[in-house]
Structure formats: C-alpha cells, structure tokens
T-cell receptor, first 117, second 114 residues
Framework: NAGVTQTPKFRVLKTGQSMTLLCAQD?????MYWYRQDPGMGLRLIHY???????AKGEVPDGYNVSRLKKQNFLLGLESAAPSQTSVYFC????????????????FGAGTRLSVL | GQQLNQSPQSMFIQEGEDVSMNCTSS?????WLWYKQDPGEGPVLLIA?????ELTSNGRLTAQFGITRKDSFLNISASIPSDVGIYFC??????????????FGKGTKLSVKP
C-alpha cells in the first residue's frame, strides 16, 4: 500500500451526518479512484478522476460526492450518511487507465472502515 | 452490469497443498490482474497479464491469461499459512462508458484448514 494514504482509518457516524474521507498519493499519478467493499461483493467503483479538477461517476455513485482540487488528493464526501453506506472504502491511484500496460496498475490504500448507525 | 465470476468463493488449505482458482467473464478482456487482500489491508497486486495465453509467475504463484481472453487462472504451489487472504481477479471494462476502469471479481477467500 506504499504511496496511497487514507484518513481516517475508522469512523462511526449517525444517520444524516456528513463526513469527508481523504486520500493522498505521492506517486504523481494522474488517475485516482474511490471504491467500496462489502462482504461478498468485491470492490465497486464509486467515483474516479482522470486528472486534477476532473471527476466522473463509477458504478455506485449515488449518495457520494468527490473533489480533486489537487493532483495528489482525492476527497470522498458523504453529505447525509445512511446505514447502507456502512462499508470499507478504498482509494486507489494509477498513472493511466487499466489495459495499457504496467503503468496503469492501480495501487490501493489501506482502507477506511465506516459504520453508519 | 458486467461481472467477473470467480471460483471457488472460498476454500480451505493445508500447508503444502497446491491451490487453484479461476475467473471468467462473458466479455473479452485485454488485461487480467490478480490481487491479494490481507485482513485489514487494501488489495496488493500479485500478477498482471497482458496477452492471451501468457503464463506469468511470481514466486510460488502462477497466473495464466486464457486463450479465449474471457478467463484467467491463478495457481499457488506448496501453500503456506501466510497465503490466507482474499484473492481478487480484475480486468478493465471498456463498454458502457467505463473508459477502462477496473472491475473486480467477488474474490476467493483462502483459509487455513482447521
């Protein structure tokens, strides 16, 4: 998990509360991603960014917003947390999109474990 | 949506045994990746495959890119206790506006045989 740092590592929210998950990478990668991992579901893409100032929706974007104001940071926001958003959230980064060779390998952070009560 | 089907979902290993798992899709992929996730950690890349028929090793791990480009296999030889974890296959999806973002299988969980 070298190079991608997520904060916080754990968080408990009440329904309706808001919070921001922080992701920082020091590999000068253009692409950054937020995934959620639920038991038996694998990793599902929430939002991603192909460069500073850009964001795009992934597979499960509803209830989340993101911002990429600086190349090295990608923020994931929950405006009004719901119990269905209880999950483990992973940030990842890569030089390019997958399919183009080794430069496009994704590197993952250690995860943020979020519980919404 | 597009899915990668991993098999088996879980398995128990005894030290020294060989382990095999696979990943299949209804679509063609031009890249297959295998990740391992240890408890409480993020996934870490084990092996990347870029060409149909390619066979690549990383220590005791060997992965193959299926000839049909719709499947991939991961083998672990002479398993050891630290092999436990969840193994994910992943591949880039280009349809439906995904622009090559990775999709993941649901994982194969390796546990030590009691």
């Amino acid at each position: 998990n070298a190079g991608v740092t997520q904060t916080p590592k754990f968080r408990v929210l009440k329904t309706g509360q808001s919070m921001t998950l922080l992701c920082a990478q020091d590999m000068n990668h253009e692409y950054m991603y937020w995934y959620r991992q639920d038991p038996g579901m694998g990793l599902r893409l929430i939002h991603y960014s192909v460069g500073e100032g850009t964001t795009a929706k992934g597979e499960v974007p509803d209830g989340y917003n993101v911002s990429r104001l600086k190349k090295q940071n990608f923020l994931l926001g929950l405006e009004s947390a719901a119990p269905s958003q209880t999950s483990v959230y992973f940030c990842a980064s890569s030089r390019g999109l997958a399919g183009g060779g080794a430069k496009n390998i994704k590197y993952f952070g250690a995860g943020t474990r979020l519980s919404v009560l | 949506g597009q899915q990668l089907n991993q098999s088996p979902q879980s398995m128990f290993i005894q030290e020294g045994e060989d382990v095999s798992m696979n990943c299949t899709s209804s679509s063609i992929f031009n890249t297959w990746l295998w990740y391992k996730q240890d408890p409480g950690e993020g996934p870490v890349l084990l092996i990347a495959l870029y060409k149909a028929g390619e066979l690549t090793s990383n220590g005791r791990l060997t992965a193959q890119f299926g000839i049909t480009r719709k499947d991939s296999f991961l083998n672990i030889s002479a398993s050891i206790p630290s092999d436990v974890g969840i193994y994910f296959c992943a591949g880039p999806l280009w349809s439906g506006g995904s622009q090559g973002n990775l999709i993941f299988g649901k994982g194969t969980k390796l546990s030590v045989k009691p």
